[in-house]
Each structure stands twice: as structure tokens, then as C-alpha cells.
């Protein structure tokens, strides 16, 4: 941005000194710089990409002492910060939670709030040299949230959206790693100062990420500094749409964002499902920034049980009773047996002697009667399964 009129007094004076021409070869690095960045999006190894970024950070730090007012170089080192932080530092500290690593968490939670400290500084430090009226960006916060409001209202050029966005996605991202910090909590409205003013100025930057953004400040706040989570699902459902719900990390964060807060278990798994199958290529331009996010919806689903109660079992269905059966026909009464036929008279025999009465035959032994059968034992009473309690 400022190459140009450097080159121009450059050779106005004759002075093609060391000097200039180091302004000129750092001005033309920093247009390669911009003009190559979208490589780093199509990406589809996220670790390839944490390998390479900080050696991308100190270039353009050193661009950076050579040319100090360059809010084009700013914007972009402010990006690199705040997206570093996001997307690894913060995405290594949840791993280290999951893990109960409590010197990971610690580590990784300080090296993303660096990254984003730095990325604010950047920002607000090209607001001031957009505007230095009462000492910039920073004398304005120290003088209050009307000051600062009145401040930012003077900045309504499109090419200063970016700035807007980063610093004030890097300035809430820190407040979310600190949110014991009452002083961190206290600059929340500052945040929304810079979001508002980003919405009328461009709120279609990056893919809708405004939209996000705002959603993610009014989602995650407490009630007392305006949180509405449903208001904030209405904002992360139009970003979804408007891009065609290739930016999955819009999802994962509605998930971890507003599926939480209203305690809405069905949302939350419909969104980190739809995520992860989402093919990998779903948007060759952010390739990097959706594998990000499938990369975090594994980790959120897995926590599931810790954020929700349980499932409720499906109610047993209830038989259809049986219809009763049909009374039998009665039987047809049987035939009457005919009468038997009078018998003939026998012929008289011989009187034979009469028999010994025989000795009466024993009775037979009566069989002993079966020994009653042992009671069935009791079954025992099915065990109360208690339900899964709920980590802290």
C-alpha cells in the first residue's frame, strides 16, 4: 500500500538509498505475502500447516519493523495471530483437556492468548494510525465505553472491515480463554463496539464471518452482559446458509456454542454428524479450516455424555390385544344307542361242587405320594442401573 509513494520520493530526491530500497523489496514481499496466503487454506494436513505458519510470523515481523504503518501487512500478520491461536494453539489446549493434562491445558491456553494479545495490538494499532484524534485506539478505551463508541463510529471504509474483524475476534477469543478475569470480562463491551460497527461496514467479509462472530459474542456471554444463545443460533443458522454450509467450523461452533446453552442434545450431535461426513473437499478454498473442524466435532461428540443428560429409552410399545376368540359351535347331541336285544334263556348246566373261596388277593402297594415340590426361589430383583452422573 504505501510502496508506491515511497518509491515516488524516493527518486524525487535521488536518493535510491539502502534504505528505500529496503522499504520498496519489504513493500513488494508483502504483496507476494498476501498473494500467496490463500495457498495455506487448501491445505488438507493441519499439521503440516502449524509446522509452516510460524516461520510465515517472524517474516512478516520483520517486515513489519521496516515498515510500521503498513496496515495491509498488519492485517495480515493480525489474521495469521488470531487464526493460529484458534486453530492450534486453542485446538491443542482441548486435546489436553480431554486428556486431564493440566500442564498442556496451562501451556496451551498461554500461547494462544499471546497470539491473540498480539493480534488486538496489531489491529488497534492500525486504527490509530487510521485515526489518532486523543491518542488513538487505545487512549479511547482507557477513556471509556462512550469514547470508544464515539471513536469507532468514524470508520466506515470497507477495506477497514478485516482490521475490525480480527481485532475483535482476537480480543474475544482472549476474554474466552480468561474468563475468571474480571478485568478480561470487563472489555466485553468494547468487543461488541468493534462487531456492531463491522456489521453496518461489511457484515458479508469472509464468508459471513461477522455474522459468526456476533453469534458467538451474544451466544457464550453471560446473561448480565447480553447473552442470548437463541438469538445467536439465528445468527450462526444464516451464516450456515449463506455460504451453503461449507464453512463446517460454522457448525462445530454452533454445537459447542449454542447447542450447549440450551442444553439442546439432538442439535448438538446433528451438527458434529453432519460435520464429520461431510466430504473433505466440500470447499477446496477452506480445505484447511474444515479440517479443523472435523478434527474438533470427533473431540465434542465424544464429550457428549459430559455436557447432556442421558438419551431417554424409547417407551416399550404396548401389544395390540388379541381379539377374542369365536364360540365354538355346540356339538350335535349324540344318537340314542338302541335298546339291547332281549337275551335268550341260557341252557341249565351241571351243578358243579362249589369252589374254596380263594384267599382275597393283596391289594396292591399304593404308590407313595410325590414329595412336593421346593418353591421356586424368588428372582432376584433387577438392579437399579443408576444414572450416569455428570462431571463437574
Known amino acids: 500500500m504505501l510502496a508506491r509513494p515511497t518509491a515516488v520520493v524516493c527518486l524525487a530526491v535521488g536518493l535510491v538509498s539502502a534504505g528505500c530500497m529496503t522499504n520498496l523489496a519489504a513493500g513488494t514481499t508483502v504483496k507476494v505475502i498476501a498473494q500467496a496466503s490463500p495457498a495455506i487454506q487448501r491445505y488438507e494436513d493441519p499439521d503440516l500447516a502449524a509446522e509452516g505458519i510460524p516461520g510465515s510470523i517472524a517474516t512478516m515481523e520483520g517486515l513489519l519493523e521496516i515498515r510500521p504503518d503498513d496496515t495491509f501487512l498488519r492485517e495480515i500478520l493480525a489474521r495469521t495471530y488470531a487464526s493460529y491461536g484458534f486453530g492450534f494453539m486453542e485446538d491443542r ?25 498480539r493480534a488486538r495490538e496489531l489491529a488497534l494499532g492500525s486504527l490509530t494510525i487510521w485515526n489518532d484524534d486523543g491518542g488513538g485506539a487505545e487512549a479511547q478505551i482507557k477513556a471509556g465505553l462512550p469514547a470508544f463508541t464515539a471513536y469507532v463510529a468514524d470508520f466506515d471504509d470497507k477495506d477497514q472491515a478485516p482490521t475490525l474483524f480480527w481485532g475483535a475476534y482476537a480480543w474475544a477469543r482472549y476474554i474466552g480463554l480468561n474468563r475468571d478475569d474480571v478485568n478480561a470480562l470487563a472489555d466485553l463491551p468494547y468487543v461488541t463496539v468493534l462487531v456492531e460497527r463491522l456489521m453496518k461496514i461489511d457484515p458479508t467479509y469472509m464468508g459471513y464471518a461477522p455474522h459468526a462472530l456476533r453469534a458467538g459474542l451474544i451466544g457464550t456471554a453471560p446473561a448480565q452482559l447480553g447473552g442470548r444463545p437463541a438469538e445467536a443460533k439465528k445468527e450462526f443458522e444464516f451464516a450456515i446458509a449463506a455460504t451453503k454450509g461449507r464453512n463446517l467450523m460454522y457448525l462445530v461452533m454452533e454445537a459447542n456454542i449454542v447447542a450447549v446453552a440450551l442444553q439442546d442434545r439432538a442439535l448438538y450431535k446433528q451438527l458434529l454428524t453432519t460435520a464429520l461426513d461431510a466430504p473433505t ?57 338302541p335298546a339291547p336285544a332281549a337275551a335268550k334263556p341260557a341252557a341249565p348246566t351241571p351243578t358243579a361242587p362249589a369252589a374254596k373261596p380263594s384267599a382275597p388277593a393283596p391289594a396292591p402297594a399304593a404308590k ?14 433387577a438392579a437399579t442401573v443408576p444414572a450416569p452422573a455428570k462431571k463437574p
Open 281 to 337: 473437499d466440500i470447499d477446496k478454498d477452506n480445505r484447511l479450516s474444515n479440517q479443523l473442524a472435523k478434527r474438533r466435532a470427533a473431540r465434542y461428540l465424544a464429550d457428549i455424555d459430559r455436557l447432556f443428560e442421558p438419551e431417554a429409552a424409547p417407551a416399550a410399545e404396548t401389544p395390540e390385544p388379541t381379539p377374542p376368540a369365536a364360540p365354538a359351535a355346540p356339538a350335535a347331541p349324540a344318537a340314542p344307542a
Open 368 to 381: 407313595p405320594a410325590p414329595a412336593p415340590a421346593k418353591p421356586a426361589a424368588p428372582a432376584a430383583p
Open 93 to 117: 489446549m482441548e486435546d489436553a483437556v480431554a486428556k486431564d493434562d493440566e500442564a498442556g491445558i496451562e501451556h496451551y491456553r498461554k500461547r494462544a492468548g499471546m497470539a491473540y494479545r
